[in-house]
């Protein structure tokens, strides 16, 4: 009697075979498959976890990329999954990990090895780099919450100072940039704007007035500012205006008022650029460069510079303090040189942190624009229509610079007044040919339009 094979030894016996070995192979790719799809889809859930990381962080090929366990038959250029899976034959020889060059269509599982004897070292090790890959992850993610909170905050501390030479109409213009801040309320919290103008503690830090003995740069000094003018009561989220516009020059001469650096009585002796030069007047009122070097770190500092007709500008404080046109004029177009180089410098650096600090294509806010005070005068358009549009594209424009919500301000004129005063008479016949000399000497540098952002 012929002796009948178990059931174990049948099944035992037809694995063996050929067409078994095929079969197991064929179910070790299903498995595969399944836990694949499986930690595609953790992958895909973590990933939504993460979704402020940033891109270059959740590109590491270390961490959760699942599509480099596959190869094509060189070992080395990595194949799509579905382009893996059609392959047409299969060498089961060594488990998973298959090394057949003569095979078409080969693929090669480079998983994690099983945890035996001979590898349960090298599989601890893998996992432990893929918790260290993953606590750096965590790690930077948290670095960038901490950089966007500091971001937000600063951003919500915005200093604006509106920069000129002595003539340039700032008692009219402020009151409308004023105007303007107050009139914004911020989107996202629903609260109105929180607007100063001048405040005391930062005019005592730049200028040294109100007796302020210790120097600009003094880190203490700038505590107290932002401590006053910025608090974090709120985490920050509170926007707050921050309004200065003292001219270039500020003063007088036996001003009683503490400035660091006085007016001084040598610059209406000087020449413009013996003036732009020296130290004292680059100092005075405030060293611009300084200023935003400090205060930058910060708050989000901006400038806007005030140009008005220069025959108008020198008419304006013609006969204030008893000065000598020509000198006048050689002290202002001196300050006006200082400003402009300061606007050529600043121009670089938003140049050099675009260049640098561009990320998704979105350029950083430009740190200086101008405004024209003829486009505001009412003389100098044909209706008040013309007049009221000019005005509220001022409005629109400065909106924009300053990254406000809204444009949308009726009152904002309302306390703009024109000057009554005809430039020609006011400076007289023999200064006005004076004038329109020194005027010449201004071409192509004033009113610094190239280096406005």
Same mark, same amino acid.
Request: glycine share 6%; charged share 25%; net charge negative.
């Given at each position: ?188 919290? $629903? ?10 503690? &930062?005019?005592?830090? @730049?200028?040294? #007035?109100? %007796? =302020? ?113 020509? $000198? ?10 200082? &400003?402009?180089?300061? @606007?050529?410098? #600043?121009? %670089? =650096? ?104």
């Amino acid at each position: 009697m012929d002796h009948v094979p178990s059931t174990s030894a049948r099944f035992a016996s037809a694995l063996l075979s050929p067409w078994g070995k095929v079969i197991a192979a064929l179910v070790c790719l299903k498995v595969f498959t399944y836990t694949k799809i499986a930690y595609d889809q953790m992958d895909a859930e973590y990933s939504a976890s993460l979704s402020s990381t940033p891109p270059e962080m959740m590109s590491n090929p270390n961490v959760y990329n699942t599509n480099q366990l596959l190869y094509s038959n060189d070992g080395q250029n990595p194949l799509p999954p579905l382009q893996a899976y059609e392959t047409s034959s299969i060498n089961i020889d060594n488990n998973l990990n298959i090394d057949n060059g003569d095979t078409p269509g080969f693929v090669q599982f480079n998983t994690v090895p099983a945890a035996n004897e001979n590898n349960e070292e090298a599989a601890n090790s893998a996992m432990q780099q893929s918790m260290d890959e993953i606590q750096q992850l965590q790690q930077k993610r948290q670095q960038q919450q901490q950089l966007t909170q500091e971001q937000l905050k600063k951003d919500n501390c915005q200093i604006i100072y509106i920069l000129g030479v002595e003539g340039a109409i700032h008692h009219g213009f402020t009151p409308i940039l004023e105007a303007l801040a107050k009139s914004q309320v911020d989107p996202n919290t $629903g609260k109105a704007y929180q607007v100063t103008y001048a405040p005391k503690v &930062l005019r005592s830090a @730049l200028f040294g #007035l109100y %007796q =302020e003995k210790r120097d600009m740069d003094d880190p203490t000094l700038i505590a107290k500012v932002f401590r006053e003018l910025c608090p974090e009561t709120d985490d920050g989220k509170t926007k707050r205006i921050i309004i200065e516009d003292s001219s270039f020059p500020s003063g007088a001469m036996d001003d009683p008022r503490s400035y660091r650096i006085r007016r001084q009585a040598s610059w209406m002796t000087s020449t413009m650029e013996e003036v732009a030069n020296d130290e004292l007047a680059i100092n005075h009122p405030v060293n611009l460069k300084k200023f935003y070097e400090l205060y930058s770190q910060h708050a989000n500092v901006q400038f806007i510079l005030l140009n008005r007709p220069f025959l108008e500008t020198m008419a304006s404080h013609a006969n204030d303090w008893g000065e000598e046109v020509a $000198g006048r004029s050689n002290m202002i177009r001196g300050f006006m040189l200082i &400003l402009k180089r300061f @606007l050529d410098h #600043l121009r %670089q =650096e938003e140049e050099s942190s675009n260049s640098g600090g561009m990320r998704g294509g979105n350029k950083k806010k430009a740190l200086s624009t101008i405004v024209c005070a003829d486009k505001i005068m009412s003389k100098n358009y044909e209706s008040d229509y013309e007049a009221t549009m000019a005005r509220q594209h001022i409005l629109d424009y400065l909106t924009k610079f300053l990254g406000w919500p809204s444009s949308r301000c009726p009152e904002c004129y309302n306390t703009w007044k024109e000057s009554k005063k005809d430039p020609a008479k006011v400076l007289g016949e023999k200064n006005l040919g004076l004038m329109l000399n020194d005027m010449k000497e201004l071409e192509g540098m004033w009113p610094p339009l190239d280096v406005i952002g």
